[in-house]
């Protein structure tokens, strides 16, 4: 166990619906990202925060936005879904946001859009 | 751009036998590279990192990895495998978030 939580851990939803998924970091990590891993794109990185503010941006589309609140939780909020959008989303979290620091990565969400 | 290629989809290999896992890197300054292990319906476990210092890196389960930068790689071992360690592993680079390769998938039969 990481440490890290993720809810949900399914998410089935229809095309043009709006989804949030949630993370809690590891206690006393301040960095947040996330991932989403699919079949034909491998694991990708969407957007990093720390401590509530938004340091990297990665492959994140524009219907696609996050935030990470004052207990450093995060969501991620999907919208306007798309069948391609079926994937698994990691979260994962590190003490600090620098290069040196391993992530450590929740269970994922699995997000099935019909 | 801060890269990893993992140039095998599938390594297999018997049980007791050493194994290892090929990542060739391709980055601008000094590389911070990290191995991880993800088992299935499972999210990614951290194995090892290299940042700088001795070039074997030793982590978890036993297993190792060797930095090398004339060849600019940084393969991952293990000196006798367990059926248990069949999984996908992931070779990354530190960007500063984490460019994963594609993947290699390991089957270690008994």
């Known amino acids: 166990d990481s440490g890290v939580t993720q809810t949900p851990k399914h998410l089935i939803t229809a095309t043009g619906q709006r989804v949030t998924l949630r993370c809690s970091p590891r206690s006393g990590d301040l960095s947040v990202y996330w991932y989403q891993q699919s079949l034909d794109q491998g694991l990708q990185f969407l957007i990093q925060?720390?401590?509530?503010?938004?340091?990297a941006k990665g492959n994140i589309l524009e219907r696609f936005s996050a935030q990470q609140f004052p207990d450093l939780h995060s969501e991620l909020n999907l919208s306007s879904l798309e069948l391609g959008d079926s994937a698994l989303y990691f979260c994962?979290?590190?003490?600090?946001?620098?290069?040196?620091?391993?992530?450590?990565f929740g269970p994922g969400t699995r997000l099935t859009v019909l | 751009a801060q890269s990893v290629a993992q140039p095998e989809d599938q390594v297999n290999v018997a049980e007791g036998n050493p194994l290892t896992v090929k990542c060739t890197y391709s980055?601008?300054?000094?590389?911070?590279l990290f191995w991880y292990v993800q088992y299935p319906n499972r999210g990614l476990q951290f194995l090892l990192k290299?940042?700088?210092?001795?070039?074997l890196v030793k982590g978890s389960y036993g297993f190792e990895a060797e930095f090398n930068k004339s060849q600019t790689s940084f393969h991952l071992k293990k000196p006798s495998a367990l059926v248990s360690d069949s999984a996908l592993y992931f070779c990354?680079?530190?960007?500063?978030?984490?460019?994963f390769g594609k993947g290699t998938s390991l089957l270690v039969t008994p």
């Open positions: 290299y940042i700088t210092g001795d070039n």
């Open positions: 980055v601008s300054g000094n590389p911070y």
């Open positions: 994962a979290s590190s003490v600090a946001g620098t290069s040196r620091n391993e992530q450590f």
């Open positions: 925060y720390y401590n509530g503010e938004e340091r």
């Open positions: 990354a680079v530190r960007a500063p978030s984490l460019n």
